[in-house]
């Protein structure tokens, strides 16, 4: 695969974007090795943007190691500082899968609660309903079926 071709205002983005971040790979004695790639490759499609440590002290291997990176992997060399390396490859999209049998999830309502006394502000709470639960004229939560009893129970009592 080709590299990625940037401007070098993109790139210097870039680099702002991965100042603050860790090293996600670390190249170790072996080099370069089938591992090393699947890792930077499964990395790079989680987060798009990462830095690889390489712990050799040769920087003609280490900037071997960044092209043969860039192009196997078909990413954007960003940046090689030292013995980090940062690469850029766009994140793929992801898949929505839509379940039919999921409920809705809970609610947030905002309900005015008046004071007794008549010349105070009324007091905004916020009220998460869940989904067996409802909300009543009065600003109380109530589930929305009754508790279910044992059959077992109810002969005991």
């Known amino acids: 695969m080709s590299q990625i071709q940037l ?45 690889v440590r390489v712990f050799s002290d040769d920087r003609a291997a280490r900037e071997a190691m960044f092209q043969t990176l860039a192009d196997e992997l078909g990413a954007a060399p960003i940046q090689h500082i030292g013995k980090l390396l940062v690469l850029w490859r766009p994140m793929p999209e992801r898949e929505k899968t839509a379940d039919e049998d999921r409920l809705p999830g809970p609610r947030d309502f905002k309900v005015l609660k008046y004071s007794k006394r008549g010349g105070q502000r009324p007091e905004v709470k916020t009220l998460r309903v869940l989904g067996n639960q409802r909300l009543t004229a009065g600003g109380q939560v109530k589930r929305s079926k009754p508790k279910q009893i044992s059959i077992k129970k109810r002969s005991q009592t």
Do not use: F
């Open 7 to 51: 401007t070098p205002a993109q790139r210097k983005e870039y680099r702002a974007q991965a100042h603050h971040l860790d090293p996600v790979v670390m190249v170790g004695g072996d080099g370069l090795s089938a591992a090393v790639k699947k890792e930077a490759d499964a990395a790079l499609n989680a987060h798009g943007l990462i830095k």
